[in-house]
């Protein structure tokens, strides 16, 4: 190959790199919002006391973690999980 074909091939690696990264960023994004909508909706099918004591620090907590903190402790948990 010619030294402006590998320059080509470099960028369009580059930019398929970035696309990539933005899917999987925002995959994570969508996955975090819906495990903290599953968890509110459990959440109601208790008491308001029992909701207080417990959900609303989970959720206080999740909203200080840095997002890429959030995502590699759902996936941890999820690893953990045993198969059905």
Request: glycine share 2%.
């Amino acid at each position: 190959m010619s030294q402006p074909s590998n320059q080509r091939l470099r960028e369009q690696i580059n930019l398929l790199g970035t696309f990539l990264s933005t899917i999987i960023d925002n995959a994570q994004m969508s996955l975090r919002k819906a495990d903290m909508t599953i968890t509110a909706l459990y959440a109601t099918l208790t008491n308001e006391e029992t909701r207080a004591a417990i959900f609303t620090p989970i959720r206080q907590r999740d909203r200080g973690r840095p997002a890429q903190h959030r995502m590699r402790a759902a996936h941890m948990h999820t690893n953990s999980m045993p198969a059905i």
